[in-house]
């Protein structure tokens, strides 16, 4: 699979055009759907599906306008559809401004597997958030899971301490030259970070 990532408004969030041997899909398409719109015409594809690791509002905010462009399915675990129905009304919290996502959106769950990447379902950041693992390429979308050097926050609505440390264990058992995708900031390896990470030393006691 080939991967494009592109670094999506005001928050830095990483989208993903991920073109599979099932067609183009496109995951966690925060804002900015222009910039989006035009890798799509520079690669000449049209997408099959947004893939959602989370519905935090900046990981949601132009599933609207592509929806409409395209008439995609939307793919989100169950979880988070409150997260999902109030991500508009959280933005203009923050002081930001996105159309809200359209319903209705197809329930992800664990062990599915979609265009050729699987769902883990790794909560903690948000109850109902997911990775994509794709396991032929050693590559992981883990949404904001974890960073390089960081991890996603515990201290969010409906954000739990031990569940996304429970998460994290169960992303480092993955082999360890998995590539991270993440849903901000630059890639990076399970190794690098098992090694470096200090949010990681010491994970055995921490959860």
């Given amino acids: 699979m080939k991967a494009h990532r592109l670094v999506l408004g005001p928050l830095a969030e990483n989208g993903y055009l991920v073109e599979t041997p099932q067609g183009a899909v496109l995951i966690d398409p925060g804002d900015e759907p222009e910039k989006i719109?035009?890798?799509?015409a520079q690669r000449g594809?049209?997408?099959k599906a947004i893939l959602l690791t989370h519905a935090h509002f900046d990981h949601v905010g132009a599933v609207a306008p592509l929806v409409a462009a395209y008439g995609l399915p939307v793919y989100l675990h169950p979880l988070?559809?409150?997260?999902?129905?109030?991500?508009?009304?959280?933005?203009?919290?923050?002081?930001?401004?996105?159309p809200k996502p359209p319903l209705p959106v197809e329930p992800l769950a664990e062990g599915?597997?979609?265009f050729g990447l699987q769902v883990l379902h790794l909560p903690?950041?948000?109850?109902?958030?997911?990775?994509?693992?794709d396991p032929v390429g050693q590559a992981v979308y883990s949404g904001d899971l974890l960073f390089r050097g960081s991890i996603g926050r515990y201290d969010l609505p409906g954000s739990e301490r031990e569940a996304l440390f429970a998460s994290l264990k169960r992303l480092l058992s993955l082999p360890?030259?998995?590539?991270?995708?993440?849903g901000h900031g630059p890639p990076?390896?399970?190794a690098l970070e098992a090694r470096t990470n200090p949010f990681?030393?010491?994970l055995e006691w921490e959860a």
């Fill in 112 to 114: 599915m597997e979609l």
């Fill in 37 to 40: 719109l035009a890798l799509l």
């Fill in 45 to 47: 594809l049209t997408p």
């Fill in 200 to 202: 990681l030393t010491g």
């Fill in 80 to 98: 988070d559809l409150p997260l999902y129905g109030r991500a508009q009304e959280v933005a203009a919290a923050w002081g930001f401004a996105i």
């Fill in 124 to 133: 903690g950041h948000s109850p109902g958030h997911v990775a994509f693992l």
């Fill in 176 to 182: 360890p030259e998995t590539q991270v995708l993440p």
């Fill in 188 to 190: 990076t390896t399970l």
